[in-house]
């Protein structure tokens, strides 16, 4: 069995006893961003419903205190709440550390192999802004339950082949200067350098999951398309208004093109007003409604700001869904289940009652590119 080896099955150590000797821990206010696996945890009352959010930033930044007010606050969806449910967040492996691929870690049977960010990367199928929702009731998976918001994990870009991860691996190696006449020199020299070097040396680069056929054994949309999925996991995939990131693609635009983009039709971009474009609903946006925080994603500075009642009970109904998700499997009603024969969407907007809608942004396009590039990634 790969990675049953005689380590794996030893008794953990305690380190517990050593560091908190008096068996409490104050836990009660946000430590600092880090690039290892920590978790958060909120509770009123004990309860079996839980609510698991793993936060965006490609797998290469953010994490779970991220933000001034903190954004991913789950005391704010406890206290907004009509229905009890225990709120985690947690930091993972991001960047280097999360997505060196070695063959010498698995030879080594390192417990640095598979790497953290890629294990939560899999449970989570998604890399923006994903809610993980799980009802442990003993059951044999971990979770039963996902929302995957603005997520841009089922296309190509954000996964590797083996040979593609080895070659980028590498690289690291050979920019930190790594390159040994054996792989346990090799890992010794990368082990003894400073996270900030090893950063570095990485660079900033999208940190992709890795198709290996064993930990990771499908590319997503090939896995759904064969049927190589779990039928009794419910998911709910979502994108804002504007998700794409038309400033960060096209950095010389103005902004009175900038605005008039967002509103395109096929061919036609009808210019928005200031007032129009001022409401504009990008990436990210979401994340403070479903928290129920007045913060936004990369805010640096606090702000005297608080939400009117309308928008207060905009963000109270997006947590009313997600509780009911995690709850009974499935949003509050009239959520309409996916067809591929009659596709809707939910509209969530802070302008009307929530409603079910037509879908009509299908693009061959699209579908085209990840044909080829699938068969170029996985032939």
């Keep these: 069995i790969q990675y049953a080896k005689v380590s794996r099955w030893k008794p953990p150590i305690d380190h517990a006893s050593d560091a908190f000797p008096n068996g409490t821990f104050n836990a009660t206010s946000f430590g600092p961003c880090c690039p290892q696996p920590t978790v958060k945890i909120y509770i009123d009352r004990q309860d079996e419903q839980f609510l698991v959010w793993i936060h965006g930033g490609a797998l290469q930044t953010g994490c779970s205190s991220q933000g001034i007010p903190i954004i991913y606050n789950g005391t704010n969806i406890i206290a907004n709440s009509l229905q009890p449910a225990i709120i985690v967040t947690i930091n993972y492996r991001l960047g280097v550390l999360g997505d060196l691929y070695l063959p010498a870690l698995v030879e080594e049977n390192s417990p640095d192999w598979p790497t953290a ?62 390159t040994r006449e054996n792989n346990a020199l090799m890992l010794a020299c990368l082990r003894n350098s400073s996270i900030e070097d090893l950063i570095v040396a990485f660079g900033y680069r999208p940190a992709n999951t890795i198709v290996d056929g064993y930990f990771f054994p499908y590319y997503p949309p090939l896995a759904i398309k064969n049927g190589l999925y779990n039928p009794n996991i419910t998911m709910i995939i979502g994108n804002n208004e504007q998700e794409p990131l038309t400033c960060f693609e096209n950095p010389d635009m103005n902004s009175t093109k900038a605005i008039a983009m967002t509103n395109c039709n096929p061919g036609i971009c009808p210019e928005l007003s200031v007032e129009e474009g001022a409401g504009l609903c990008g990436h990210v946006d979401e994340i403070p409604f479903v928290f129920g925080t007045v913060s936004s994603y990369n805010s640096m500075n606090s702000h005297n700001c608080t939400w009117d009642s309308q928008t207060r009970s905009f963000s109270n109904q997006i947590i009313s869904h ?58």
């Design 117 to 178: 960010g890629n294990y939560y990367y899999l449970d989570i199928s998604g890399a923006k802004a994903v809610v993980d929702i799980g009802a442990l009731k003993g059951s044999a998976n971990l979770y039963q339950h996902i929302i995957s918001e603005s997520s841009a994990a089922s296309h190509y870009p954000y996964y590797s082949n083996i040979s593609n991860a080895i070659q980028a691996s590498n690289k690291v190696v050979q920019n930190m200067n790594c």
């Design 322 to 379: 997600w509780i009911s998700m995690a709850r009974d499997g499935e949003p509050l009603q009239p959520w309409p289940q996916y067809s591929p024969t009659a596709k809707k969407y939910f509209k969530i907007t802070p302008y009307h009652d929530f409603s079910p809608e037509p879908w009509y942004r299908d693009c061959s396009l699209f579908d085209q590119l990840e044909d080829e590039q699938i068969r170029i990634m996985f032939p």
